[in-house]
């Protein structure tokens, strides 16, 4: 299943709204994780054994990963492809069956991939369907042995309610407002290129681990302007609507709600750089504001779009509290070279994820754990961690007829439970004692 | 004194809860939950209040549920010391992060997969083991840092009022508290938001807290039941084996709770040629263990004393009553008793037993058991008794369940290394040991780049050869990166 789903990638591409780098990127995503699940999958599927430990000497334990069953995947419309087969993949590694469900809002990957899946792998356990909301509904009212989402908390919360009827375990993949803390100390350029690259490099925003917002010191904020002005310039020219290296935003109807946050009147005179749009080609410039107020809708709600608030505290020690009263986020990001912040970074700041000095990389790591806490998601995958995700790992416990403690038996004595209470304890000569069936003393 | 015990098995008001909700955040916000110092502390005053507190411990699990301070000892209390105890030496090590291997194209850059508290945590535990099912996952929720609620099934009130008159005297009282109330306390619980829920218990009643925590996007973790098969294979069974097997069902049914544990063996297979010998000994043993009614629990209440003595009634389930069936509604008492082919469309063969009554349901062949426990919902645990590796293999690898024991029943709850949990009807999530803390962590993805090397390819303007170099990166073909950066090859 997984060699087949990796020839799909050589198969001639149907048009897609994004980028060639962003398609190219999502193929090469899934190629290498096909890939990792292939080199991996047989250590995967092997028994763990565990120390049983002397409680049931004499004994053997492991846990053995056996498939859920039947799992159903539904996928968001910003990286189509990618996250619509990469937990396709973990599912098919871990044996399940499974059903793929596209995003309608991404039509063209849908049908592509209801077209071209099923003619590379087993089409009886892996199915596409396509549709809409009702559809997706038709198909939350079945019972699944798990569900993985990946899309916006408020869908998120209707996938878990639907689940709660049948006890289906579920991963949700969320977003959030992933924040940016830029502190002085910093190699600046590549600093804002970093940031520029995460935030306008992946799809104008539109992604859930995106820069949402940045925070930085106000003495510090004049030259954090300059340069990412500078870096916008440098990636996508003076007339950033023209340049072909700059992302559509998806529909109408996202493109006017993106509007609408710039729009806002105690918003819109915070603009300091970009602010043009085009309603025909669905584009919006790059655009940075100064000091949005903090019960401003785009400092409230996830942004998922090319608008970047710069927000300034005194201290940098600040961005912390800022950070720590809205919801938690995918990803959190500081770039700094001062290691004591880091660690308080670190420590103190709770995400899905938390990358320092660059931003998004860490989704194309198969060793780390991908997935949110709190309002950005619970669950987790990528690498090993897929596999985990649609996987039962059954313990097993092989006991032998031997060692026959007697002493766990009625007719209760004072003798078998000083007996009892020592091996619970860990004493040895308890253990000797239970282990020869002695009941003790009266 | 104890201002985390809210005293009294009555039914709180919402604002009392709030403010109760509101100063676990406080004391989780504040930062102590989550030092090494502070959790040990917390371990080491559980274990004081089960060693200081033992004899009240007994007094409340015989009030409850009429245990033996024997079993009492050997299924909670001692357990529990077993638990705590493992928390204590692992807590470091668990703490830990855990360093991963980051890709040569991404250097110089570390990664790590680092634990942390998920926040304030809400525990709903059950009356059958109204001190462990309580205790065990607190003390996975501490060794994580977080603050917990602690919520007491008020069918078991004797323990529910001793936990919440001494866990805050033992622990930490801002920052870890016992709830008590009915059903209506639960869901008021549930209007708030949680970092975590733990709920054990039945599947209705797991439904409906699902439910209230998606509301939130709470993650929960439903520790349930499942009528747990007991494969009983006397092929090669000598009379010695024989005579374990019996000791060790007998363990595995009557023993923990009267039966009434979501572990427990719900019923017996059996080949049909075999069924008189194994009835014999179960028979005997049964005999010379419970000569004292003492040494087995009674029922927790006169609700399920009248669903267990309905599932005996029912006209078509009596006639296949072979040993016991005696009930003393007086006292809630109901005498183990053992039942030959029930129909199987019976209630006794569908819905959960959770008590003393055992069916024992013979096959032609013993193989024919996978057939029929595959057929029905995937129970917490399967056993099977048997010296047959081929039978053995078969039942790990056809059926799917919480958890396979051989040649005995039960005793995997007390395994540190092994998870434990439910899949599929049987609940999610996994707890005991490890996995305990796990269950209330959250694992954080951490990368740490330098600004050392800056491929200037993944920034835009895009053009296909920064693409023909993405494509080799991806693939982690570095030899050939090289060969195109340094214009070699196209």
């Not at chain 1, 007829?401 to 766990?408: I, W």
């Not at chain 2, 009557?254 to 039966?259: D, F, I, L, R």
């Amino acid at each position: 299943m997984l060699i087949s789903l990796m020839r799909l990638e050589t198969t001639r591409y149907g048009y897609i709204l994004l980028l060639v780098c962003d398609v190219m990127m999502q193929i090469s995503l899934v190629t290498s994780s096909c890939k990792f699940a292939l080199k991996n999958l047989k250590k995967w599927m092997q028994p763990k054994k565990v120390p049983a430990g002397v409680l049931t000497f004499p004994s053997t334990a492991r846990v053995t990963p056996e498939p859920l069953g039947i799992v159903l995947v539904v996928s968001a419309w910003n990286y189509p492809f990618l996250l619509a087969v990469d937990p396709v993949i973990g599912a098919i590694a871990a044996g399940n069956a499974v059903v793929l469900k596209p995003s309608e809002i991404a039509p063209a990957t849908s049908s592509l991939l209801a077209d071209l899946l099923p003619r590379y792998v087993d089409s009886s356990c892996i199915k596409v369907v396509e549709g809409g909301i009702a559809e997706t509904t038709a198909l939350l009212e079945q019972k699944w042995d798990k569900i993985f989402y990946t899309g916006n908390s408020k869908v998120g919360r209707i996938v878990m309610s639907f689940a709660a009827k049948h006890l289906t375990p579920v991963v949700l993949e969320l977003g959030g407002k992933c924040p940016v803390v830029v502190d002085s100390n910093v190699d600046l350029h590549v600093a804002a290129k970093r940031i520029a690259a995460g935030k306008w490099g992946c799809n104008s925003g539109q992604a859930c681990i995106s820069p949402d917002y940045v925070i930085t010191t106000k003495s510090f904020a004049p030259k954090l302007l300059d340069s990412l002005k500078k870096v916008l310039d440098e990636f996508y020219g003076k007339d950033p609507l023209r340049s072909e290296d700059l992302s559509r935003i998806v529909n109408s109807n996202h493109f006017n709600r993106l509007k609408a946050l710039m729009d806002e009147e105690m918003v819109s005179d915070k603009i300091v750089f970009g602010g043009q749009s085009d309603e025909q080609q669905l584009k919006i410039a790059p655009t940075l504001f100064l000091d949005a107020p903090l019960d401003s809708a785009i400092m409230k709600e996830e942004i998922f779009g090319p608008l970047l608030p710069i927000i300034t505290v005194d201290k940098i020690h600040e961005s912390f509290a800022l950070i720590n009263s809205m919801t938690k986020p995918l990803a959190a990001y500081l770039f700094s070279k001062d290691s004591k912040l880091k660690r308080q970074f670190e420590r103190n700041v709770s995400a899905g994820g938390v990358i320092f000095n660059d931003t998004g990389i860490h989704l194309t790591n198969q060793n780390l754990p991908f997935g949110g806490v709190g309002e950005s998601g619970m669950g987790a995958y990528h690498g090993t961690f897929s596999f985990d995700a649609f996987t039962h790992r059954k313990a097993v416990l092989d006991r032998s007829f031997l060692g026959e403690a007697k002493a766990r038996y009625p007719p209760y004595t004072r003798g078998k439970l000083k007996i009892l209470k020592g091996v619970l304890k860990g004493n040895p000569l308890a253990m000797v004692q239970a282990a020869l069936g002695c009941t003790g003393w009266a | 004194m104890s201002t985390g015990a809210m005293a009294g098995a009555g039914a709180e008001a919402g604002g009392e809860l709030g403010e109760t909700v509101r100063e676990l955040r406080e004391a989780y916000g504040g930062g102590r939950t989550r030092s090494l110092a502070w959790r040990q502390a917390q371990l080491r005053g559980l274990l004081r209040l089960l060693k200081e507190k033992e004899a009240e411990a007994f007094q409340a699990l015989h009030k409850d549920l009429g245990k033996h301070h024997a079993e009492a000892y050997r299924d909670e209390v001692g357990v529990l010391i077993k638990s705590a105890n493992g928390a204590l030496q692992q807590l470091g090590k668990w703490m830990a992060p855990d360093r991963v291997w980051v890709p040569l194209i991404a250097w110089p850059a570390t990664a790590q997969v680092v634990p942390e508290p998920v926040g304030v945590v809400l525990i709903f535990s059950c009356w059958n083991f109204p001190l462990g099912l309580s205790l065990e996952p607190l003390i996975g929720a501490i060794a994580a840092g977080n603050a917990v609620a602690l919520k007491p099934s008020e069918l078991s009130p004797c323990t529910a009022r001793f936990l919440a008159d001494n866990i805050g005297n033992y622990m930490d009282a801002s920052a870890v508290k016992v709830v008590n109330g009915g059903p209506e306390v639960g869901e008021q619980l549930m209007e708030h938001r949680w970092d975590k829920v733990l709920f054990t218990g039945s599947p209705r009643i797991a439904r409906s807290v699902m439910a209230a925590a998606a509301r939130h996007l709470t993650p929960v973790a439903l520790e349930l039941g499942g009528k747990c098969p007991c494969i009983f294979d006397a092929a090669a069974a000598s009379a010695r084996d024989l005579q374990v097997s019996a000791n060790r069902i007998i363990a595995g049914k009557w023993s923990p709770c009267a039966g009434q544990a979501c572990i427990a063996i719900d019923y017996v297979l059996v080949e049909e040629r075999f069924a008189p010998v194994l009835i014999k000994v179960l028979k005997s043993t049964l005999k010379r263990f419970f000569q004292d009614a003492d040494h087995m629990a009674r029922i927790v209440n006169q609700r399920h004393f009248e669903r267990l003595s309905s599932l005996l009634k029912d006209r078509a389930v009596a006639p296949s009553i072979l040993h016991g069936g005696s009930m003393d509604a007086k006292n809630l008492y109901i005498e183990p008793t053992i039942l030959l082919n029930p129909p199987l469309d019976s209630a006794i063969m569908t819905e959960e037993i959770f008590g003393p009554l055992l069916p024992i349901i013979t096959v032609k062949k013993i193989e024919d058991s996978i057939a029929f426990v595959k057929a029905m919902p995937k129970p917490l645990a399967i056993y099977a008794f048997t010296r047959d590796a081929a039978l053995r293999r078969r039942v790990v690898e056809e059926t799917s369940s919480g958890s396979v024991t051989f040649n005995d029943a039960v005793v995997q709850y007390a395994i540190d290394g092994l998870p434990f949990g439910g899949v599929g009807q049987s609940g999610f999530g996994q707890y005991h040991g490890r996995h305990s803390f796990e269950m209330f962590s959250h694992k954080k993805a951490v990368m740490k780049r330098g600004y050392l090397l800056e491929l200037t390819l993944r920034y835009p303007p895009w053009d296909e050869s920064k693409v023909t170099l993405m494509r080799y990166l991806y693939r982690f073909n570095y030899f050939a990166f090289v060969l195109a950066f340094l214009g070699l090859r196209r």
